[in-house]
């Protein structure tokens, strides 16, 4: 079934957890390895403006239904920024836009380049740079979805588990979203799928890995997917990715984990 833009512009809405009992965090704090992850996933969410700022500079832009899904995209993912802040600020953890832009600052020429580079890209693709991002961004939400879910097993805590499976399944109609798309793209051009193959293959990495540090991602993926359970999930993500058009026996995320040293 094609997904319905329309429907999901109409119904897009922030987040909700203003009825969720925050104070219990006060009663029953989290870990500081949980909140470590918390705090990277905040940041992740709260960056999406520069993704999309990113990608604004590529082909993707030009197509109607991309840009109305990437403007609530973004607007639902700050809203996911904001809940976790919420959490964090439960614990004395202040996550404020000072911070942010510093945070910004410190990625340096890396940050001002990134809008370059993607639009040096999207020109030498061509069209077919939509399929590449619609393939990419359904890596990274399937990937999102995981690691909330992993996090609400992990903590056991019973609001942080249902902030995180409310956030989880607005993620799961990114997805729909990105899934349609990259499916439809895919199957239409064997360029697509060569070019789509090759980035995912040689450049995908875990959401956050540009500006977090080495130290950071491999806490936050050694938290979420190390062991039996979490090589279970990350290989779950993987057969969906190669589940798609020209994609199959990827195994982009259980090859990113080995690459940091994330037992298994």
């Known amino acids: 079934m094609a997904f319905d833009i329309d429907r999901y512009t109409a119904s897009s809405v ?9 104070e219990s965090f006060r009663d029953r704090p989290l870990p500081a390895e949980s909140l470590r ?53 439960m614990h004395d953890i202040a996550v404020d836009y000072d911070v942010l832009k510093a945070s910004r600052l410190k990625l340096g020429w890396r940050d001002r380049l990134d809008p370059i580079k993607q639009s040096v890209l999207g020109s030498l693709v061509g069209s077919d740079f939509v399929a590449v991002h619609m393939s990419w961004g359904a890596a990274n939400e399937w990937s999102a979805i995981t ?6 097993d992990l903590e056991e805590h019973p609001v942080l588990a249902e902030l995180l499976r409310r956030i989880a399944k607005q993620e799961a109609r990114h997805v729909a979203f990105y899934t349609s798309q990259a499916r439809e793209r895919l199957a239409a051009s064997a360029k697509a799928r060569k070019v789509t193959r090759f980035a995912l293959s040689r450049f995908w990495a875990p959401v956050g890995s540009s500006i977090s540090s080495d130290d950071d991602v491999r806490h936050v993926m050694t938290h979420l997917m190390s062991g039996p359970e979490g090589r279970r999930a990350a290989r779950k993500v993987d057969d969906s990715i190669s589940g798609m058009p020209g994609l199959e026996g990827l195994t982009i995320v259980q090859d990113a984990l080995d690459r940091i040293g994330v037992p298994g």
């Not at 690691?147 to 609400?152: D, E, F, G, K, T």
């Open 37 to 89: 992850t918390l705090r990277y996933m905040a940041d992740v969410e709260y960056h999406t403006v520069c993704y999309t700022r990113d990608l604004l500079t590529t082909p993707s832009h030009r197509e109607t239904d991309v840009s109305a899904f990437m403007t609530m995209w973004n607007r639902e993912e700050f809203w996911h920024g904001e809940a976790l802040a919420a959490v964090l600020a």
């Open 147 to 152: 690691a909330y879910q992993r996090m609400a």
């Open 14 to 22: 922030s987040v909700a957890w203003d009825d969720l009992d925050l």
